[in-house]
C-alpha cells in the first residue's frame, strides 16, 4: 500500500522539475552562477532520491506510478537541455557555433537517454552517460577558446554510442573509496567555484580540473584494467 514517505519521495524526484524551470528563468537572464545553483539542487535531489526510493521500495508500494520514468524526464531537462540552452546563449563560443553546439547536446542527449544499453555489470555508463551539466559548468569555469570548448562538445557527443565506459560516481563497486572521495571533493571544488561567481582562484582550479580528470577516465581505466575469467572452450 502506498504511504505518505512513498509519495514524499516521488515529490522529491518531482522537485527537479521546479529546479529545472528556476534554471532556465536564470539562463534567459543570463544569470549563469544563478542557473548553476538550480541545476546544483536538482542534482542533488538526483544523488538521494535514488537510494531513499530503493530503501522504501516505492516500486513495490505504488505499482501503477512509474518512478524511473519520472526521474528520466527531469534528468534529460537538468543533465541536457538546461546545459544546451545555456551553450547556446552564453559565450563560450561565437553565435554560429553556439547554436549548433547546443543542438547537438540536446538531440545526442534525447537518443542517449532512450538507449536501454547504458548501464553495464560494474553499476558504470556505456558510452558517455549525457552529464552535460557537469560538462558545461566546468567549461564556463575555466573558459577555455572557443574552439577548445567545440571540440570538447563534438568528442563527447561522439563518445555517447561508443563502448567506452564511464563510472557510476556512487555506484561503481571497484575503487568506489577513491572515487566517491573524488566525487565529494569535485563537488566542494564547484560549490567554491560558484561561491566564487565562476571566477575561482588557481587552487580552485587546479582542484576542480584534477577531479573532472579522474571522473572522466576512470570509467575507462577499470574498463582496461577488468579481470576476465577464460573462456570454456
Known amino acids: 500500500m502506498p504511504t505518505t514517505k512513498t509519495w514524499a519521495v516521488h515529490l522529491l524526484t518531482a522537485s527537479g522539475a521546479g529546479f529545472a524551470m528556476l534554471a532556465a528563468l536564470a539562463v534567459m537572464r543570463g544569470?549563469?552562477?544563478e542557473a548553476f545553483i538550480w541545476l546544483g539542487a536538482a542534482l542533488f535531489v538526483d544523488a538521494v532520491d535514488g537510494p531513499l526510493a530503493r530503501g522504501f521500495r516505492v516500486g513495490e508500494r505504488?505499482?501503477?506510478?512509474?518512478g524511473a520514468i519520472l526521474d528520466m524526464v527531469i534528468d534529460y531537462t537538468t543533465y541536457v537541455f538546461i546545459p544546451a540552452l545555456i551553450l547556446a546563449r552564453s559565450d563560450l563560443m561565437p553565435p554560429s557555433l553556439a547554436a549548433p553546439a547546443g543542438i547537438l547536446v540536446a538531440v545526442i542527449g534525447a537518443l542517449y537517454f532512450a538507449d536501454t544499453r547504458m548501464k553495464t555489470?560494474?553499476?558504470?555508463?556505456?558510452?558517455?552517460?549525457?552529464?552535460w551539466n557537469m560538462v558545461v559548468f566546468v567549461l564556463m569555469v575555466f573558459a577555455p577558446s572557443p574552439i577548445f570548448s567545440v571540440v570538447v562538445i563534438v568528442a563527447l557527443a561522439a563518445l555517447t554510442f561508443s563502448p567506452?565506459?564511464?563510472?557510476?560516481?556512487?555506484r561503481v563497486k571497484r575503487?568506489?573509496?577513491?572515487?566517491l572521495a573524488v566525487t565529494l571533493a569535485w563537488s566542494i571544488f564547484s560549490l567554491l567555484a560558484v561561491f566564487a561567481q565562476l571566477r575561482p582562484n588557481q587552487l580552485v582550479l587546479a582542484g576542480l580540473g584534477l577531479t573532472t580528470i579522474y571522473l572522466t577516465f576512470i570509467?575507462?581505466?577499470?574498463q582496461a584494467t577488468r579481470f576476465r575469467l577464460p573462456q570454456k572452450t
Not at 505504488?62 to 512509474?66: A, G, N, S
Not at 575503487?175 to 572515487?179: A, D, E, I
Not at 570509467?219 to 577499470?222: E, F, K, T
Request: aromatic share 20%.
Open 31 to 33: 544569470a549563469w552562477v
Open 62 to 66: 505504488v505499482p501503477w506510478f512509474d
Open 121 to 131: 555489470r560494474e553499476y558504470g555508463f556505456r558510452g558517455f552517460p549525457a552529464v
Open 164 to 170: 567506452v565506459e564511464f563510472v557510476h560516481p556512487v
Open 175 to 179: 575503487l568506489r573509496p577513491l572515487t
Open 219 to 222: 570509467g575507462a581505466v577499470l
